[in-house]
């Protein structure tokens, strides 16, 4: 079992950053890539970013390219998503989450991953 704790949340006026992290703990986490999904009220749970388990390749969902950026530190068993110029689009409950799969891969498909974190809340207000 991996276990996912996130923080970093909270409440921020538009244009504004927040730093999410996310703490993994209970297996080897250099084995697992890593993805940030949300999910705004009413709506489905979609993708955000994702990086690999080297840290060499990420992807982004569009709307977030070139605003939001993914890291992973593996001596300290974390992943954090830097998120800049925040909208209120942005606004929804974030999910760490993780899969075991090749060095190099990403993932993007919620469906795809094993574990995940109980959600850290992001608001983003005019």
């Known amino acids: 079992q991996v276990q996912l704790v996130e923080s970093g949340g909270g409440l921020v006026q538009a244009g504004g950053s927040l730093r999410l992290s996310c703490a993994a703990s209970?297996?080897?986490?250099?084995?697992?890539?890593m993805g940030w999904f949300r999910q705004a009220p009413g709506k489905e749970r979609e993708f955000v970013a994702a990086?690999?388990?080297?840290?060499?390749?990420?992807d982004y969902t569009d709307s977030v390219k070139g605003r939001f950026a993914i890291s992973r530190d593996n001596a300290k068993n974390t992943v954090n998503l830097q998120m800049n110029s925040l909208k209120p689009d942005d606004t929804g409950v974030y999910y760490c989450?993780?899969?075991?799969?090749?060095?190099?891969?990403?993932?993007?498909?919620?469906?795809?991953?094993?574990?995940w974190g109980q959600g850290t809340q992001v608001t983003v207000s005019l």
């Open positions: 990086i690999s388990r080297s840290g060499g390749r990420t």
């Open positions: 989450a993780a899969v075991s799969r090749g060095y190099t891969v990403v993932v993007v498909t919620p469906g795809a991953y094993d574990y």
């Open positions: 209970g297996r080897t986490f250099s084995n697992y890539a």
